[in-house]
């Protein structure tokens, strides 16, 4: 069956000779699918679009169903039903089509990121939105935003509001201070990233919280002392002691061991700064007791520890 019979056929049943139909068939020019005959009763397929000259050809044939795509539609049309849930269909679809329920904004800042979030939100409300035009998008934060932003793209994909955009270079500013170095943790001194300032530490020294890292104070050759500006950080190697636990569930041993292991990675590193990492990893624990699962783990950090916590 080809596809205009897929589009739809009309299956006829007329009572006729079965050489003779097939002989008018043919010299009609009327396409004719799964044919049989039965007891002088023919059944007889025919394209949908050949309705009106087979009806024409043979008056007396009887319509006795329409198969395929369109049968399937002429067959729900005529339900009243069917047709209101049809249109009730397309009015929502043609009416969600129209609103915007999501903003995907991206770009090198997330302080940028949570400006524009707040820009949308301040002059369309929350999402989601009717009718978001994706040029007033971009007109509104190159307005609003144009000492902060280089560049900026917004496009709508579905749903979907993606906006792009690319951040100003903000200049920064030098800090430099009197203040000395201070030690926030015990560790073992690994490095140091120093611009200015008189270092009262070297690596492999072993150091306590509160010891001075780096001074302001320099004694010159005369042995006067001399205020330095300090700038910069010292990073230490530390340790810490890591228990986390669960509660058994149906996964694999190996996947609750990997699970907490990442929880254990998650608690140790949430006040890293900037160029702290994990050095070392021991596990000094695993076990269940009790439906609960426990994991100890002893790591070995190098981090900065001239800074804050």
Not at 99 to 108: L, P, R, S
Request: glycine share 6%.
């Amino acid at each position: 069956m080809n596809m205009k019979s897929l589009l739809g056929v009309d299956c006829w049943q007329l009572q006729d000779s079965f050489v003779r139909f097939l002989q008018k068939a043919q010299a009609c020019g009327v396409e004719l699918y799964d044919l049989f005959e039965e007891e002088g009763m023919i059944r007889v397929c025919t394209p949908l679009h050949q309705r009106m000259a087979f009806r024409h050809y043979f008056p007396h044939a009887v319509l006795v169903d329409t198969n395929g795509i369109a049968g399937f539609f002429l067959r729900n049309i005529v339900r009243p039903s069917r047709c209101l849930s049809l249109l009730l269909s397309v009015a929502v679809w043609i009416g969600l089509s129209k609103f915007t329920f999501v903003a995907d904004i991206q770009g090198d800042s997330l302080l940028m990121k949570e400006e524009i979030q707040e820009c949308l939100t301040q002059a369309y409300g929350s999402f989601p939105v009717f009718l978001l035009n994706e040029e007033n998008v971009e007109t509104l934060l190159e307005d609003q935003l144009s000492s902060s932003l280089v560049w900026v793209e917004s496009k709508t994909e579905g749903s979907r509001l993606k906006v792009r955009f690319a951040s100003r270079p903000a200049i920064e500013m030098e800090s430099l201070g009197d203040a000395d170095l201070i030690a926030q943790r015990d560790g073992v001194i690994a490095g140091f990233d120093l611009q200015h300032g008189n270092k009262c530490v070297q690596i492999n020294d072993v150091v306590k919280k509160g010891d001075v890292l780096v001074s302001s104070v320099l004694i010159d050759s005369f042995q006067k002392e001399k205020h330095v500006f300090v700038k910069g950080r010292v990073f230490a190697y530390t340790w810490e002691t890591v228990e986390v636990s669960c509660q058994k569930d149906a996964l694999p041993r190996p996947f609750q061991f990997f699970k907490l292991l990442l929880k254990a990675r998650e608690e140790v590193s949430k006040d890293f700064l900037k160029d702290d990492r994990i050095e070392k990893e021991n596990i000094l624990q695993f076990e269940e007791k009790a439906g609960t699962i426990r994991m100890k783990i002893h790591y070995t950090i190098y981090r900065d520890i001239s800074s804050p916590v």
